[in-house]
């Protein structure tokens, strides 16, 4: 069901190849973290987070659970994707938006 959820979003967003491939490969956590590299590759390397350097560096980490990251980065990420999401919506359906209104709005936040 998730991959379909996320197919879905990566054609209402017009995602580049490129960009849904990591998609894909942060979904089925295959992405070179530090965790991946100490568990499945077994190379010799410390594998807690290089940001927060609390716990260890897994795409769930990154995702959702780095402090670090949480502080703002996971809120400006949420309001970019909210909004593009909400413009390709509103241009495929046909509803006319403001002048004023558009990613700009949230960049100068």
């Excluded at 959820?5 to 580049?16: A, E, V």
């Excluded at 990591?22 to 010799?44: G, R, S």
């Excluded at 990251?69 to 809120?75: C, F, P, R, T």
């Amino acid at each position: 069901m998730m991959i379909i959820m996320m197919m879905m979003m990566m054609i209402i967003i017009g995602l580049k190849t490129e960009t849904e491939s990591e998609i894909v490969a942060t979904q089925d956590k295959v992405l070179q973290t530090k965790y991946y590299a100490t568990q499945i590759l077994n190379m010799e390397t410390d594998s807690k987070c290089r940001l927060c350097q609390q716990f260890d560096e897994t795409i769930d980490h990154i995702i959702s659970a780095c402090p670090i990251l949480a502080k703002e980065q996971y809120i400006k990420i949420h309001d970019r994707v909210s909004t593009q999401v909400h413009f390709n919506i509103c241009k495929e359906t046909g509803v006319q938006l403001e002048k004023n209104t558009g990613m700009n709005m949230y960049q100068n936040q």
